[in-house]
T-cell receptor, first 116, second 113 residues
Framework: DAGVTQSPTHLIKTRGQQVTLRCSPK?????VSWYQQALGQGPQFIFQ???????QRGNFPDRFSGHQFPNYSSELNVNALLLGDSALYLC???????????????FGSGTRLTVV | GQQVMQIPQYQHVQEGEDFTTYCNSS?????IQWYKQRPGGHPVFLIQ?????EVKKQKRLTFQFGEAKKNSSLHITATQTTDVGTYFC?????????????FGRGTQLTVWP
């Protein structure tokens, strides 16, 4: 059990469509980051949410947007899907407060998105 | 921009042999983290190193953080088939301990029985 829950696990969409991916962080965690992992690559940072605001953003176009809810859960939205958006989308959470203890992120099992 | 590089990309060893993966950052890091991703799985946090020259051990795994805090290594002694997976190093944004992580491309380890 990863502690971070993502849904759905798999998704097939057509080019041009829109998709919403969901993430529930590990209990006690308040910070959520989203990563895109292409086959054979390391995870690439999309953005991070804390206190319901986007705090950091990677090099992804505006087609990628997100949201964090008061219960710390988060959504990743991708508009106008391209074939190149096919990847594993990972949600990672950690506890920000008291973060000087320094520990790593807990990742979810991911959503495998295929764009056809 | 900030980059994290890992070598080798692939490593095939026979069970019982040792394995080492190396990680280099283009910038000085406040910390370095290591993750393991099993085939078809998700990254799992292994360890974080913070201090210059730090060495940490987890059973057969030894992690080192370079003196300049720009490089790191993971060494596995006497590999087992359960060690199969891709090992990633990751460092935070320059000047940060939180937030964005820059991941290396990973080293994919295959262990023959």
């Amino acid at each position: 059990d990863a502690g971070v829950t993502q849904s759905p696990t798999h998704l097939i969409k057509t080019r041009g469509q829109q998709v919403t991916l969901r993430c529930s962080p590990k209990s006690g965690h308040d910070t959520v980051s989203w990563y895109q992992q292409a086959l054979g690559q390391g995870p690439q940072f999309i953005f991070q949410y804390y206190e319901e605001e986007e705090r950091q953003r990677g090099n992804f176009p505006d087609r990628f947007s997100g949201h964090q809810f008061p219960n710390y859960s988060s959504e990743l939205n991708v508009n106008a899907l391209l074939l190149g958006d096919s990847a594993l989308y990972l949600c990672a959470s950690r506890r920000r407060t008291g973060s000087k203890t320094n520990y790593g992120y807990t990742f979810g099992s991911g959503t495998r998105l295929t764009v056809v | 921009g900030q980059q994290v590089m890992q070598i080798p990309q692939y490593q095939h060893v026979q069970e019982g042999e040792d394995f080492t993966t190396y990680c280099n950052s283009s910038t000085t890091l406040s910390n370095i983290q290591w993750y393991k991703q099993r085939p078809g799985g998700h990254p799992v946090f292994l360890i974080q190193l913070v201090k210059s020259g730090e060495v940490k051990k987890q059973k057969r795994l030894t992690f080192q953080f370079g003196e300049a805090k720009k490089n790191s290594s993971l060494h596995i002694t006497a590999t087992q088939t359960t060690d199969v997976g891709t090992y990633f190093c990751a460092g935070p944004s320059r000047g940060s301990t939180l937030g964005r992580l820059y991941f290396g491309r990973g080293t994919q380890l295959t262990v023959w029985p």
